[in-house]
């Protein structure tokens, strides 16, 4: 069970990795508590400003494993009813640490990002694939509805009625349709994924990590408020963010001409 998912820590880089290539990263329930555990700790270490999530081998995740799902068929319909309310319910507690994490998360989307994978990819703040990527909801395709936060992201980022498409005819998308449809925002040549993705990471983290978390959740909460419960929060988010630490450096490195060191303090 330990390795089913892999969390390492660099610096002020954090990289969660899915690690069942022989799957090709099918989430089970055993890799599913474990990521669960590893995004809360992910969310809570204020030292990690920003988090990597990565598939082992060849391809990003293929979905949840089916072959668990088989394992379930012996059960009674309520049994199977009861079983996946309370490990979804659990599940989606990570899910829900994803998005509210005050510091970026980056998806690296290699091979295979279907069913949970592609929720992963649309829960991530920002997506970076190989141009071998493929994308796929598939859920309805083995009698299921989705989960993993995909009906809430995907409408919001491609719209309702693409949306519908994606979810319903479950047909296979290559990376360049994903980043037109928004899903993910860049696409670079499979040998140089992990590098854009070091790279970008290293940015990310180096930047003022507190304003972006608090620029993150200003933007997961703008499609829920009235626009005076938005300007309301951003007078807050400002407020809080000028007294910190970041704020004053970035004035000072802005008035010098210097490059700012921002410590996410």
Wanted: proline share 3%; net charge neutral; glycine share 8%.
């Amino acid at each position: 069970m330990a390795n089913e998912i892999l969390f390492d820590v660099k610096g002020s880089v954090a990289t969660l990795t899915l690690n069942r290539p022989q799957m090709l990263n099918a989430v089970n329930e055993e890799a599913g508590k474990l990521l669960v555990a590893y995004l809360s700790q992910a969310e809570r270490d204020p030292a990690i400003r920003c988090l990597l999530f990565k598939g082992a081998g060849d391809n990003f995740c293929a979905g949840g494993d089916v072959s668990m799902f088989k394992t379930m068929l012996d059960r009674s319909a309520d049994e199977r009813r009861a079983h996946y309310r309370t490990f979804l319910a659990f599940l989606h507690l990570g899910l829900a640490s994803l998005a509210r994490m005050p510091k970026p998360v980056v998806a690296v989307v290699r091979g295979a990002a279907a069913g949970i994978g592609l929720s992963f990819t649309l829960a991530a703040d920002l997506a970076i694939a190989a141009d071998n990527a493929k994308f796929a909801l598939a859920y309805t395709q083995i009698g299921v509805s989705p989960d993993g936060s995909a009906t809430f992201f995907l409408p919001r980022t491609v719209g309702l009625k693409k949306a519908k498409e994606i979810a319903l005819l479950n047909e296979r998308m290559d990376a360049q349709t994903a980043l037109g449809l928004g899903i993910i925002n860049r696409v670079v040549p499979l040998a140089d994924l992990d590098t854009a993705a070091d790279a970008l990471a290293a940015k990310l983290a180096a930047g003022a990590t507190g304003a972006m978390g608090r620029t993150k959740a200003l933007l997961n909460a703008s499609l829920h408020r009235t626009l005076a419960e938005q300007l309301d929060a951003e007078t807050e988010y400002f407020a809080e963010s000028a007294g910190s630490a970041d704020f004053a450096e970035g004035v000072a490195a802005f008035m010098a001409k210097r490059p700012p060191g921002f410590t996410g303090k």
